[in-house]
């Protein structure tokens, strides 16, 4: 079990980060807890109000990109772990500008790398983790599933951007003996996330009656992870997580997306004393996204058999505690 006296968490005020940083503020009181985030659109700092308070934690506004202020940043606090959530995730926005996807994703890994790299040259025990997706690996067909040993295949700006950042971590592991741990994880959902992904935007519309935009048939199939689930996986991969190695991480709930979207109107309709199925109609079949990867699932065997690591939470109870979230922000503004 390792243990850190100074963590920096990238990207800490973005969804998955802001649980990631909750959880470490909470769990491990006499680390000091750093969290560096852009605070670009889907930031939210306000989610982390609980810990602002805490003496372990600090945030500092800052971007990856910033090549000079990340070294003073590394001389001034002298990091013995870095958690690499900080990217520009979503899809869409890769497909119209890729440049910004690049300078982030790539170039602001390689900054964070090379700065520890120099940061530690004569330190015992430090780790970089560098969180990815599995959109690295491409498409799958109706059968089959990724591992740590699938071939890198992908498919838009976004992926591509993710799966160059992997290459370099792995690279400066080989290259230069930086202790590294990667890991690729399938589509998170839970509270608090962005209103521009799937999950969270359905509900939103449904509430307000507003056009649900489905991809084309809506036939394409994603692996669903609660993030808490994620959280614990990412927790025991820093302490755990042999240096050089990746981890897969999936949540074992593969849902087709208009199946999905169905499955919200339901509850929603429900839930707001609805006639069942009324708002089926607000669903709006749109042209296919560019290069739309047909489906995604991971096999989470190694994780499980080597740290012990499995999905707790039901799709069910993550897509419960989810809409409770949103509906109780979004009730009263209807």
Known sequence: MRSFKSLLITGGAGFIGSHVVRYMVNNYPDTHIINLDALTYAANL??????????????????????NQLQKLFSKYNFDGVIHLAAESHVDNSIKNPFTFSHTNIQGTLN???????????????????????????????????????????R???????????????????????????????????????????????????????????????????????????????????????????????????????????????????????????????IQHVKDRLGHDYRYAINSSKIKNELGWKASTSFEEGIEKTLNYYLERLIDKR
């Open 112 to 154: 964070l790398l090379e700065i520890a790299r120099k940061s530690w040259d004569k330190q015992n025990g430090s780790v970089f983790y560098h969180i990815s997706t599995d959109e690295v690996f491409g498409s799958l067909s109706s059968e089959g599933y990724f591992n740590e040993a699938t071939p890198y295949d992908p």
């Open 156 to 282: 838009s700006p976004y992926s591509a951007s993710k799966a160059s950042s992997d290459h370099f971590v792995r690279a400066y592991f080989h290259t230069y003996g930086l202790p590294v741990v990667l890991s690729n994880c399938s589509n998170n959902f839970g509270p608090g996330q962005h209103s521009e992904k799937l999950i969270p935007l359905m509900i939103q519309n449904i509430v307000k009656e507003k056009p649900l935009p489905v991809y084309g048939k809506g036939d394409n199939i994603r692996d669903w992870l609660y993030v808490e689930d994620h959280v614990s996986a990412i927790d025991l991969i820093l302490n755990r997580g042999k240096i050089g190695e990746t981890y897969l991480i999936g949540g074992n709930n593969e849902q087709k997306n208009i199946e999905l979207v169905h499955h919200l109107i339901n509850l929603i309709d429900s839930r707001l004393n609805r006639p069942s199925g009324s708002s089926l109609n607000l």
């Open 46 to 67: 306000e989610s982390l109000n609980e810990c602002a308070e805490q003496p372990n934690y600090e945030f500092i506004h800052e971007d990856i990109t910033n090549f």
